[in-house]
């Protein structure tokens, strides 16, 4: 059985290809919070996102923040 985890595009060594990830994905950050993209360059370096499930009291809910993609863990 394939999940949409599983559909989702991936680099070489098995990380989420975040260059082409469309406004509406949904990331899972190291630091383990959940968040949508709602801005994306495309240029392999940074994404505009939507904190939707802050790990942290850092962010709120729906607070608006650039990360770097270093600091995406995988795809939620």
């Known amino acids: 059985m394939t999940t949409d985890k599983d559909n989702q595009i991936r680099n070489p060594a098995g990380g989420p290809m975040l260059r082409t ?6 990331l899972l950050l190291k630091d383990e919070s959940i ?3 709602i801005g994306n360059p495309g240029d392999g ?3 505009n996102v939507r904190y ?6 850092e962010y709120v809910v729906d607070e608006e923040e650039w990360v770097f993609v270093d600091d995406v863990k995988d795809y939620a």
């Open 21 to 26: 990830a469309a406004v509406g994905t949904k």
């Open 35 to 37: 968040v949508e993209i």
């Open 52 to 57: 939707l499930q802050p790990a942290t009291d």
């Open 45 to 47: 370096g940074w994404l």
